[in-house]
């Protein structure tokens, strides 16, 4: 499984960006599919996810700014990013796992097994 990453830049605070995640070489479809950010320095932190049955899960910090969708006949994961804020500038991830998860479990980079190589995103004030 490969998993490629697109539509990152560069954006002034307030406005909007929508990364994609194009998948490659699924057998079947996953599980759950999320996105991760991480900022320079820290851990790899969740921001959404979605599983098979189109629950959604998502971080605090980007409820009601950010949405998690896919098109599973293209294979594809979508994050619409809007009231994009410069604390949300970081390098975002997409990431599939095969495993059941807990909602509890949904946001935890350790339990996803494929990832793209990442898309930066910069948000300036």
């Known amino acids: 499984v490969q998993l490629v990453e697109s539509g990152g830049g560069s954006v002034q605070a307030g406005g909007s960006l929508r990364l994609s995640c194009t998948a490659f070489?699924?057998?079947?479809?996953?599980?759950?599919m999320a996105w991760f950010r991480q900022f320079p320095g820290k851990e790899r932190e969740g921001v959404a996810s979605?599983?098979?049955?189109?629950?959604?899960t998502y971080a605090d910090a980007v409820k009601g700014r950010f949405t998690i969708s896919e098109d599973s006949a293209k294979k594809i994961l979508y994050l619409q990013m809007s009231s994009l804020k410069p604390e949300d500038t970081a390098m975002y991830y997409c990431?599939?796992?095969?495993?059941?998860?807990?909602?509890?479990?949904?946001?935890?980079?350790?339990?996803?097994?494929?990832w793209g190589q990442g898309t930066q995103v910069t948000v300036s004030s």
């Open positions: 990431a599939a796992t095969y495993v059941v998860l807990p909602r509890s479990s949904r946001l935890l980079p350790q339990l996803y097994n494929y």
């Open positions: 070489g699924y057998t079947h479809s996953s599980e759950y």
């Open positions: 979605i599983g098979i049955d189109g629950s959604t």
